[in-house]
């Protein structure tokens, strides 16, 4: 089994600056996708980026990056210039490659983007 | 493009009565989830199906119910309800691994359960 460890319950950031979300996770697996999601005060889970762990290239989407280190099990979110809609509960998921088993998520982060 | 929808959005149940969360998604995906988010928490799986009369469970199935007789929809059944199944749910469903995309997962916006 998987294990998924978000360490920071909380942060906060003033607007335009840039922040990291810390992930770590623990598997035997090989072949394997992490992702990042976003979950404003609406509920909705949103995908903000994924990677795969056969790529050694971080995934990029517009502000958003991470910072896979394979070897650590590391797997950091980091947003650029932030946004006051950037604030959000974010989770770090792992899926295993092959399977037809859920996610695994950690226990999130809530960001809060400060005006 | 309707995606996954849950129904209903909101509800109160007491205790030892049951329900049934719905969920039916219109992409013709294979694999389909149930996933429960309880406060401060990430979300946890229940049980999935990989296709139309497969199911399996998953972390925490205890309590739950599940059938899949259509391609589209995949019903949660709550079996007398107790006040540790207040949570919130979601539904997802992926395409699976013969996609292009076949790891990406979508939710549907959630079903908040309170057990009073």
């Known amino acids: 089994a998987q294990t998924v460890t978000q360490s920071q319950p909380e942060m906060s950031v003033q607007e335009a600056e840039t922040v990291t979300l810390s992930c770590t996770y623990d598997t035997s697996e090989s072949n394997y996708y992490l992702f990042w999601y976003k979950q404003p005060p609406s509920r909705q889970m949103i995908l903000v980026i994924r990677q795969e762990a056969y790529k050694q290239q971080n995934a990029t989407e517009n502000r958003f990056s991470v910072n896979f280190q394979k070897a650590a099990k590391s797997f950091s979110l980091k947003i650029s210039d932030s946004q006051l809609g950037d604030t959000a509960m974010y989770f770090c998921a792992f899926l295993r490659g092959g399977g037809a088993d859920g996610l695994t998520f950690g226990k999130g982060t809530h960001l809060i983007i400060q005006p | 493009n309707a995606g996954v929808t849950q129904t209903p959005k909101f509800r109160i149940l007491k205790i030892g009565q049951s329900m049934t969360l719905q969920c039916t998604q219109d992409?013709?995906?294979?694999?389909m989830y149930w996933y429960r988010q309880d406060p401060g928490m990430g979300l946890k799986l229940i049980y999935y199906s990989v296709g139309a009369g497969i199911t399996d469970k998953g972390e925490v199935p205890n309590g739950y119910n599940v059938s899949r007789s259509t391609t589209e929809d995949f019903p949660l059944r709550l079996e007398l309800a107790a006040p540790s199944q207040t949570s919130v749910y979601f539904c997802?469903?992926?395409?699976?691994?013969?996609?292009?995309?076949?790891?990406?997962?979508?939710f549907g916006a959630g079903t908040r359960l309170s057990v009073l």
């Open positions: 992409m013709n995906h294979n694999y």
């Open positions: 997802a469903s992926r395409p699976g691994w013969a996609a292009l995309f076949g790891n990406i997962q979508y």
